[in-house]
């Protein structure tokens, strides 16, 4: 099986793509999802072999370095920020059997994995690997995928894990039910599979060990899918200021002050920006200190792990927060339909509904901090 993904061809500058997404973030709102070729500009970005090793064609960056690429896409559009997000599908997969791997990433260290994981659908054991049917809500990204993923649970195993059954995009249907007002044009709708036999090498558990010793796939994998994430708050947020800030900045045509020669904008807008500065300044210091770690020992710290979960739920609560104050320095104009403001402030909303990001997880963090228990999967 193979995943039959297009080659990245050369980019335009990052500035270049920046750009064309501002500019096009209405259509996507139209569409509901990101259409194939801002997708295309994310694979010749670099986006999806962020996290392939060297050895089978990728860039092998980090976790940082990553998510601050994923910020600045989500500055010009949270929802193409959050679709490029899961370019971390590289180490997802890195639970996987080396030769499949090899087989997916060697040929193309483009390809673009999407799936939905939840609830996992019963799958029977056939010749050949197991039957997989069932729909899923929550697909992110299939509608630019090379590959599909889909949680199973088989009727002869017992894991507390899901199992992730891989599969070519073109034996999933998609089905239309992503209609919201916040990261409206993430596609994510539900997928549907109707008796795609797959084979169990190419299935894996998510979040079990991987088969691999990389450094970056020593980084724990839940931490890093919730940063990935967490981070698209952070730049709605910077697009929301960045946006009062330029417009408080206009003299007015009838000759008044300009916006921000006002005492109370000029106090709130500094608390807004205080906000995002503050966690974003937490958020990738301690995503750089654990990787640190991680080249002079086999795992992060305890209290590294539990504070790699922290900032991002910090990162995605502040961004939505800052993004918020940023509309409410909007005036009257921000209530209307389509305006930035109102776009910015739900797509940021939306990121801290999360169940990685949601309000649980702060729980999970004090708990895990007393050393109590904590929900499964967390930190």
Not at 22 to 47: C, M, T
Not at 238 to 264: E, I, N
Not at 305 to 329: N, T, Y
Not at 332 to 344: K, Q, V
Request: charged share 20%.
């Amino acid at each position: 099986m193979t995943a039959n993904a297009a080659l990245a061809e050369k980019p335009p500058t990052k500035d270049a793509v920046l750009a064309s997404i501002r500019e096009r973030a209405h259509e996507f709102q139209n569409l509901r999802h990101i259409p194939q070729d801002v997708v295309d500009q994310f694979k010749a970005l670099g986006v999806y072999r962020a996290f392939v090793p060297a050895r089978f064609g990728g860039d092998e960056i980090s976790p940082a370095a990553f998510c601050q690429l994923i910020e600045d896409i989500s500055a010009s559009d949270a929802s193409a920020g959050w679709v490029a997000s899961f370019g971390v599908s590289a180490t997802y997969l890195s639970t996987l059997p080396v030769d499949t791997y090899a087989e997916i990433f060697s040929n193309n260290p483009d390809t673009v994995f999407a799936g939905a994981m939840f609830p996992p659908q019963p799958a029977k054991t056939v010749a050949g690997g197991y039957e997989v049917r069932g729909q899923w809500p929550w697909g992110s990204g299939i509608m630019g995928a090379d590959l599909a993923g889909a949680g199973i649970k088989v009727e002869d195993q017992d894991t507390k894990l899901p199992l992730i059954a891989i599969m070519p995009r073109d034996k999933v249907e998609v089905v239309d039910t992503w209609n919201t007002l916040g990261l409206r044009a993430t596609g994510s709708h539900d997928i549907k599979v109707d008796g795609v036999v797959v084979p169990r090498e190419w299935t894996f558990v998510r979040g079990s060990k991987p088969t691999m010793d990389d450094r970056l796939f020593r980084y724990p994998s839940m931490a890093l899918a919730s940063q990935v994430l967490a981070v698209v708050a952070l730049g709605a947020a910077r697009a929301a200021l960045d946006f009062v800030h330029d417009t408080g900045s206009r003299q007015s045509v009838t000759g008044a002050p300009k916006p921000g020669a006002r005492p109370y904008l000029q106090t709130e807008y500094a608390k807004a920006r205080g906000v995002y500065l503050g966690a974003r300044a937490l958020f990738y210091d301690t995503l750089e200190e654990a990787y640190e770690e991680l080249a002079h020992q086999e795992a992060v710290s305890r209290d590294t792990h539990v504070r790699l979960r922290l900032v991002a739920s910090k990162a995605a609560k502040d961004g939505a927060e800052a993004a918020r104050m940023a509309f409410a320095l909007g005036g009257s104009a921000a209530i209307n339909e389509g305006h930035p403001l109102g776009r910015y402030m739900l797509d940021a909303a939306g990121v801290a509904q999360h169940a990685f990001l949601s309000e649980g997880t702060w729980t999970g963090a004090g708990a895990a901090m007393f050393d109590e228990p904590t929900m499964p999967g967390y930190p």
